[in-house]
């Protein structure tokens, strides 16, 4: 009889969307003339730009034809016309990240939770909390041995390291998600200082990226010294350039960023991956990554901003509400993400059951993110913008009740 990896039983029943999914089912069900806006999932909702869908269809059309048809792509790491442009856009906002640094995968989730792969089960994770699930939940299904690092409403959601703490794996994620919160370049200089006291690894989200504003907030890790001999970075254009339902992303591991194997020899963290994706990966399709090379095109660039800066002004619409209502938040400047208090002292369950029965607007509950969730409560801005407006409209009312 086959045995199972009983680390999956440690997991929670079931992923926190699927909870909130079953519970906005059965309020419809029993309310089907609920007018119900769903502010929960981070999904975007503005269509793809016109000149990327025209890429990908000229590279559709491509298949079709004998001299132009595309199999397997060698490396399986992306075509070298894609992260060329992944490597250019990083240069115009200040940053070297070399292509052959860079890797191509179907979307930040993955790699997040596959680069676990190639480090040892006895890796000690260190975690910031609240945290994306995905980081928690891909280690505990290995065994490892998760601790955590308290983001709270006293260090605004940026949790700091602490020097008495060891650690081998540190996941890092600005913008953040769910938090909102951001890391300026003197903070992430004490993590990356941290890291290599510890000898430790960043795992580093940049999958918001796009979302900055502020100068003193960096878009990459790599923006920062030193961050190349202890960082991998992972973005995704998922919420960059509404690539939800296509599913594309980078990786960048630097050629600086080595360990020390247990007879002595130095790896390679990049040879190491490309090992574990030649086996488990082959790669994204060609017409989606002409599709994302279009991306990084001025008019691409142009199309995509157009959409963020639509997402934005729903964050400040939230954002706005939120500061009517005296309500404490962090996000909705430099993310698209708006973490509030929940009022009166709610637990976030109890706060996302009182906001769907009573105003038919669904939020995703602070606690389904970690401890320090407990009590606060995510909305996103991916909405339609009078759909946001009117959310915020009922929002105001049930408060005021």
Same mark, same amino acid.
């Not at 490396?75 to 906002?93: C, Q, R, W």
């Given at each position: 009889?086959?045995?199972?990896?009983?680390?999956?039983?440690?997991?929670?029943?079931?992923?926190?969307?699927?909870?909130?999914?079953?519970?906005?089912?059965?309020?419809?069900?029993?309310?089907?003339?609920?007018?119900?806006?769903?502010?929960?999932?981070?999904?975007?909702?503005?269509?793809?730009?016109?000149?990327?869908?025209?890429?990908?269809?000229?590279?559709?059309?491509?298949?079709?034809?004998?001299?132009?048809?595309?199999?397997?792509?060698?490396?399986?790491?992306?075509?070298?016309?894609?992260?060329?442009?992944?490597?250019?856009?990083?240069?115009?906002?200040?940053?070297?990240?070399?292509?052959?640094?860079?890797?191509?995968?179907?979307?930040?989730?993955?790699?997040?939770?596959?680069?676990?792969?190639?480090?040892?089960?006895?890796?000690?994770?260190?975690?910031?909390?609240?945290?994306?699930?995905?980081?928690?939940?891909?280690?505990?299904?290995?065994?490892?041995?998760?601790?955590?690092?308290?983001?709270?409403?006293?260090?605004?959601?940026?949790?700091?390291?602490?020097?008495?703490?060891?650690?081998?794996?540190?996941?890092?994620?600005?913008?953040?998600?769910?938090?909102?919160?951001?890391?300026?370049?003197? #903070? $992430?200089?004490?993590?990356? &200082?941290?890291? =290599?006291? /510890?000898?430790?690894?960043?795992?580093?989200?940049? !999958?918001?990226? %796009?979302?900055?504003?502020?100068?003193?907030?960096?878009?990459?890790?790599?923006?920062?010294?030193?961050?190349?001999?202890?960082?991998?970075?992972?973005?995704?254009?998922?919420?960059?350039?509404?690539?939800?339902?296509?599913?594309?992303?980078?990786?960048?591991?630097?050629?600086?960023?080595?360990?020390?194997?247990?007879?002595?020899?130095?790896?390679?963290?990049? #040879? $190491?991956?490309?090992?574990? &994706?030649?086996? =488990?990966? /082959?790669?994204?399709?060609?017409?989606?990554?002409? !599709?994302?090379? %279009?991306?990084?095109?001025?008019?691409?660039?142009?199309?995509?901003?157009?959409?963020?800066?639509?997402?934005?002004?729903?964050?400040?619409?939230?954002?706005?509400?939120?500061?009517?209502?005296?309500?404490?938040?962090?996000?909705?400047?430099?993310?698209?993400?708006?973490?509030?208090?929940?009022?009166?002292?709610?637990?976030?369950?109890?706060?996302?059951?009182?906001? $769907?029965?009573?105003?038919?607007?669904?939020?995703?509950?602070?606690?389904?993110?970690?401890?320090?969730?407990?009590?606060?409560?995510?909305?996103?801005?991916?909405?339609?913008?009078?759909?946001?407006?009117?959310?915020?409209?009922?929002?105001?009312?049930?408060?005021?009740?």
């Amino acid at each position: 009889m086959p045995s199972v990896n009983e680390n999956f039983l440690k997991l929670e029943k079931n992923y926190l969307f699927i909870n909130i999914a079953k519970k906005v089912n059965a309020f419809t069900s029993a309310h089907p003339e609920a007018d119900v806006i769903r502010m929960g999932i981070g999904d975007v909702t503005l269509p793809i730009a016109k000149c990327v869908v025209y890429a990908m269809k000229k590279g559709a059309d491509e298949m079709g034809v004998k001299e132009t048809f595309k199999g397997y792509e060698d490396s399986g790491a992306g075509y070298d016309f894609l992260k060329e442009a992944v490597s250019g856009y990083y240069k115009s906002f200040g940053v070297d990240v070399p292509a052959d640094d860079i890797r191509i995968n179907d979307g930040a989730k993955s790699d997040c939770g596959n680069i676990v792969d190639i480090f040892g089960d006895d890796n000690v994770v260190l975690i910031t909390d609240p945290a994306y699930p995905v980081y928690v939940d891909t280690n505990l299904m290995s065994g490892r041995k998760v601790i955590y690092c308290d983001s709270n409403e006293e260090n605004g959601f940026a949790a700091m390291p602490d020097e008495n703490v060891k650690c081998d794996l540190i996941y890092l994620c600005s913008p953040n998600n769910p938090t909102g919160s951001v890391y300026t370049k003197e #903070q $992430l200089k004490v993590w990356i &200082e941290y890291a =290599k006291k /510890n000898n430790a690894i960043i795992i580093y989200d940049s !999958a918001y990226e %796009a979302f900055i504003t502020d100068e003193n907030v960096p878009r990459s890790i790599f923006a920062v010294e030193g961050a190349k001999e202890c960082a991998i970075e992972m973005c995704s254009l998922s919420k960059t350039a509404g690539f939800t339902g296509m599913r594309c992303g980078y990786t960048v591991i630097p050629k600086e960023l080595t360990v020390t194997a247990s007879d002595g020899t130095e790896v390679s963290i990049s #040879q $190491l991956w490309g090992r574990r &994706e030649g086996s =488990k990966f /082959n790669g994204v399709s060609y017409p989606v990554q002409c !599709a994302a090379a %279009a991306v990084f095109t001025p008019e691409g660039l142009k199309q995509t901003r157009e959409n963020i800066e639509y997402y934005q002004n729903n964050a400040r619409t939230i954002a706005n509400t939120l500061d009517e209502l005296g309500i404490k938040y962090t996000g909705g400047k430099n993310s698209p993400y708006i973490w509030l208090k929940c009022p009166n002292g709610m637990g976030s369950w109890e706060f996302f059951d009182l906001l $769907l029965e009573k105003a038919g607007v669904v939020g995703t509950p602070g606690a389904g993110f970690g401890k320090n969730g407990e009590g606060w409560f995510r909305l996103t801005a991916f909405g339609d913008k009078d759909r946001t407006a009117e959310a915020m409209e009922r929002l105001k009312k049930l408060l005021s009740e």
